[in-house]
């Protein structure tokens, strides 16, 4: 993700190549406790596991068998997978099921290997960076919070591939690994839900008391406010509120966990996460000509620049590897990682600084980037409820430290971040793709997306029913190979309103003008949860939006729409001009650049916006550009140009268009 050196100057860094490793070594963790397992006879559940109330009734049993409230059984489930049984799939770090019992090597050696490529931030050419390989471990050398299902088999004498498969013998098993817990603090089973929370904390898996604490005090958190939901297999569960509840936190003293490291106060994270500091190395390496600086550069922002951006990525990789990369100085970096199994978020360079994350330098220059835990194309692959939680927190608590407006304006992907130059685009990278929920993201943040305007608005806000919308995707093992039936935040673009139609085009993506394929990586006739788009007609259930150029139609029914109507901004060009120039970054112009600062190449991009068309709007930008190509940040300047810029949605990634060329006005 670098984006330091100006493109006529030197080389540059590639993002991430995606290795495809699937969910194996991660940081070691401490073993859960062990107990007595209780008596294996278990209490019947009636109905099949998909029969209505089938998987509250589970709950119910197992709670009462093991001795555990039922509240805290809930609680804890919900954390880890919103009640969810994936069909029987692992997590992104081999949990499975509503407890996400984990068995990190059956996960890691059935999962398919694939890799999305990586593309180079600056399109010049730069030279490859080299990949960790993530190779399958014995069973012996997994932490022991990768494979408790072995422990939930030995305390309930159920067969792990029961425990893996069958739902409700999957929440017996996380109910016996809670009591154990509780047994080994020396606590009595049973009886009042505030004494729990030393149980809860170990079963996080964490290691250290920060991450142990945080986990248990959102399980904590989720029983006091309850919930409810229909589940991925139909199953309605209920969570009744306990407003009044006030657990012990003092209980994780007992626990033996490790403390914060003494650097653990560099950290830029609000105070509801747990965080921890793992710097990103910036120091020289090489020799003669070969001497090169990595990982990232050095700044002053928002002093400097403003922070516009926060990019969303998912790693293509384990949590062991991912610290293996950002800690190597010959390779890209980013400001957070974070882990699948609990949230847990590491920080590796300062906000000030500038990571080399999103394969285009003016975004890389102004964002702030997080890595999650995650695999684009493996959807059954899921994130926990844990994640996505802490993301959110980190997300919210960075937009408000640099007012950075919480919408998809902003709160970009890394497939909807433009390639800065016409070679750079084919390139550029997917993630995190079309089954992250940014839905469910958004209520997290606080920041819902919802209509905002009346039916007759000439804006919709992308909004399709996550769990209902399954879009056929392909290539997620093969290519041409139908992707597992998943949910999805993405809704397909045609070029006529019917299903048969053919795709809309992307000339950047495809210059000999081809049409779009269902890929999961193909990003040319996709539209995402959250983004905004003119219209441009509609006929029957279909709507058309002006994207990348054209018209581009996709089924909208009134019975059941994908997207809400919605106001603000948009952009048309000028009386009079015929097309608008399209570019990837918001360069100054040339008269800008001082002496012993060389002008930037500042291309169009093969789009157009033609007359009588219509984007929205996202942002308004002066030209810049940040000059640093030296290790030692001294000489390293921001040169600002008199040229403004609209940000637009122009297809599924944003992009720019010269104030001067276009026409600024309301939608309602």
Known sequence: MRGSAPDSARTERRRMPRAAGAMATAALLFPLISAAPPATSTLAVSGSPGAPGSLQRAFA???????????????????????????????????????????????????????HGAEDPRGDGSRPIRALPEDVPEPSELPARLHTVDRAASLTGIAPSELREDPAANIRGGAALLASAQKKLGLPLGGDPARWYGAVARYSGADDRATASRYATDVFDVIRGGESRTTDSGQRIVLPASPGLAPDT??????????????????????????????????????????????????????????????????????????????????????????????HIAQHVANKDVAWHAGNWFVNSKSIGLEHEGFLTRPDAWYTEAMYRTSARLVRYLAGKYRIPLDRQHILGHDNVPGPTRMTIPAMHTDPGPY?????????????????????????????????????YTGCTKAGETCPAHGSGAVRLHTEPRKDAPLVKDAGLRPDGSASTTGVNDTGARASTGQQYAVAGSKGDWTAIWYLGQKAWFHNPRTQPVAVPSRG????????????????????????????????????LPYKVLAGQTYAMGLKTRGEYYWAVTFDPSGHKVVRGKQQYYQIQLGHRVAFVKAEDVTLRYSS
């Open 61 to 115: 049993a197992a709670a009462e068998q093991y001795r555990v409230p039922q509240s805290v059984l809930l609680g804890v489930s919900y954390l880890q997978s919103r009640w969810d049984t994936h069909g029987g799939a692992p997590s992104v770090s081999g949990g499975y099921g509503p407890m996400h019992l984990t068995d990190a090597y059956t996960a890691l050696a059935e999962a398919p290997h694939h890799s």
């Open 250 to 343: 003092a209980q994780t003293r007992g626990l033996d966990l490790r403390s914060a490291g003494a650097d653990a106060g560099k950290a830029d994270c609000p105070r509801t996460v747990s965080c921890e500091w793992i710097p990103a190395p910036y120091e020289e390496f090489g020799e003669g000509d070969e001497r090169d600086y990595g990982n990232h550069d050095k700044a002053d922002r928002p002093r400097s620049q403003k922070i516009d951006y926060i990019i969303i990525h998912d790693t293509e990789a384990t949590w062991e590897t991912t610290l293996k990369l950002v800690q190597d100085p010959t390779y890209v970096s980013w400001q957070y990682s974070l882990r699948s199994s609990d949230g």
């Open 436 to 472: 992250w929920d940014w839905a469910h993201y958004f209520q997290l943040i606080d920041a819902p997306v919802r209509a905002t305007a009346g039916a007759r608005s000439g804006l919709v806000t992308i909004l399709p029913e996550y769990e209902e919308n399954k879009p056929v």
């Open 569 to 604: 901004w948009v952009v048309t060009p000028k009386a009079g001009t015929k097309e608008v120039p399209v570019y990837g970054r918001a360069y100054p112009e040339k008269e800008a650049y001082p002496e012993g600062i060389p002008v930037q190449p500042h291309d169009p």
